[in-house]
């Protein structure tokens, strides 16, 4: 097999550099004149709460490592907050209007088309491709195969302790088994004295030992499962986060402006063992705030126990030579909400939801080689520690810009007319059971949102499930937040502005058909 003269790596999503201000709608696409191997990691879940974001609460020494060598992005968000359609946007350089893909339930090349993916395309130019853990979102999403074989050189790999994830595995203090949210664990206590994410982490790096040696390129994806909820995690992580000095969320109470139609009622969450023992009222609850604080130390630790494991992935790559011919991707699917705006979960089209982690590390760009001969990623137990491009000529941006450039020139000021897009589906103006979720034949309202440096502006419009068309005549609802004033989006002023010019920047988003 021959190998390619050069590498590259595409990535659908609206963004903003580490530097700057500014936000494009962007398909980076990063080529380099000799080829590189590329692994590409995903968490699930994960909104900005990482050190090198500036979360002053989290401890992600492994990740904020990988940040320090790497293009940061510090405004990059997804096209919609749940897994299967963002996973399937990412990797597709999609969006759900054009892949018609909300929910769970349809496979996108029978569904819309048959589009080349992401690691499809890196295999189709000679490279080796291998899927690890949750990078497609399973079942019939990826036609129950991840997408193989157009997207993977073998099958993809699913850890065997997963299925136990949805089962009564949490402790009680009655010393019972539950199928509790809050779940930390002693993992020697576990089925095979493992978790999920522990196991995708010992396949990558069997993988990679494997791989080192090879003169075939490879471009291998490893997907974390946490901080997904449940939050199964070894019960050591809580440690690093003292219940005593959590805090709730800045703005635990739903804006008294917020439409109902923009609210989740995190039903995923409700339904666990502990939170249906709090009796909470539906649709707004709130959860009492000792639970509340819980709620954000477990998911704090579950970042932890995951950067843990990008700890463990980053320094095999390391110790076996890689780092300095590996381009390493770090993202998730999406973010998630810890009690602002009353909300939990994902599920929405607020910044916590939508906007994700997104970092490039590119061996001599980013970062160069240490010729004293220091470790390029060198494992940081957090345990232990209490404290030059070339664009190719065939184009890859389906629906958005390419970005590379951005890799070595940095813009001088905001661009005001930068707009990033995400969107939302409802069944219905007010919350109800499927609102975090419906499936396609129940959406009848689309939420599209508008992200600049200076505004979140959201329209909820009347939406066709059978003929995937929106009507801009017919507003259910609207919000604008001013983020200078309004940095946490409580303040919904779109009863208070001409609605004018942004109906006009509503009437360009990409491949929707109005009515």
Request: aromatic share 12%; net charge negative; proline share 7%.
């Amino acid at each position: 097999m021959s190998a390619p003269s050069r590498s590259c790596v595409c990535v659908l999503w609206p963004h903003r550099l580490d530097h700057l201000t500014h936000i494009v709608v962007g398909f980076t696409f990063v080529c380099i004149s000799e080829r590189r191997n590329v692994l590409f990691i995903m968490a699930d879940d994960l909104r900005t709460s990482l050190g090198c974001y500036g979360d002053s609460v989290v401890k992600s020494p492994n990740i904020d490592q990988l940040a320090s060598k790497s293009q940061v992005f510090l405004n990059a968000y997804v096209q919609q907050a749940v897994c299967a359609p963002s996973r399937t946007s990412m990797l597709t350089s999609r969006r759900p209007d054009t892949t018609r893909l909300y929910d769970f339930n349809s496979y996108w090349r029978v569904h819309s088309g048959n589009y080349t993916t992401l690691p499809q395309y890196f295999k189709s130019k000679g490279y080796f491709t291998t899927s690890v853990g949750k990078v497609f979102h399973p079942g019939i999403a990826s036609n129950h195969s991840d997408d193989y074989p157009y997207s993977w050189s073998i099958p993809a790999y699913h850890p065997a302790s997963f299925r136990f994830e949805k089962e009564k595995m949490c402790k009680g203090e009655d010393g019972k088994l539950y199928a509790n949210l809050l779940c930390a664990v002693n993992v020697t206590e576990q089925p095979g004295g493992t978790l999920p994410d522990m196991e995708s982490t010992d396949e990558a790096v069997r993988l990679l030992k494997k791989l080192a040696n090879d003169s075939v390129p490879f471009f291998m994806a490893v997907g974390f499962h946490k901080p997904h909820i449940p939050f199964r995690i070894p019960q050591e992580y809580l440690s690093l986060y003292p219940i005593d000095q959590m805090t709730l969320a800045p703005d635990p109470d739903v804006p008294k402006l917020l439409p109902p139609v923009a609210y989740n009622p995190w039903m995923d969450v409700r339904k666990r063992d502990d939170v249906q023992k709090l009796n909470i009222s539906f649709p707004y609850g709130p959860i009492p705030k000792d639970f509340q604080v819980r709620i954000r130390q477990h998911y704090y630790a579950a970042v932890s126990y995951m950067d843990t494991q990008v700890g463990r992935l980053l320094s095999t790559l390391d110790d076996l030579g890689l780092a300095d011919n590996t381009i390493v991707v770090f993202t998730s699917d999406h973010g998630w909400s810890l009690g602002e705006h009353g909300e939990w979960a994902k599920y929405s089209n607020f910044d916590v939801s939508t906007r994700v982690p997104l970092i490039f590390y590119v061996p001599g760009v980013t970062t160069f080689h240490d010729w004293m001969g220091k470790s390029t990623f060198p494992f940081i137990d957090i345990l232990a520690q209490s404290n030059l491009f070339s664009c190719i000529q065939e184009e890859l941006c389906t629906e958005g810009d390419n970005l590379a450039y951005t890799f070595q020139h940095r813009e001088r000021g905001e661009n005001e007319e930068a707009i990033s897009f995400s969107q939302y589906p409802r069944p219905a103006d007010a919350p109800q059971v499927n609102s975090d979720l419906p499936d396609l034949k129940d959406i009848k309202i689309m939420g599209y949102s508008l992200r600049s440096w200076d505004y979140r502006y959201t329209l909820w419009l009347g939406f066709n499930p059978k003929t995937f068309q929106v009507n801009v005549s017919d507003v259910h609802a609207g919000e604008l937040y001013m983020l200078a004033d309004d940095p946490g989006q409580d303040n919904n002023i779109y009863s208070d502005i001409d609605h004018r010019v942004m109906m006009k920047k509503m009437a360009g988003l990409p491949h929707v058909s109005l009515i």
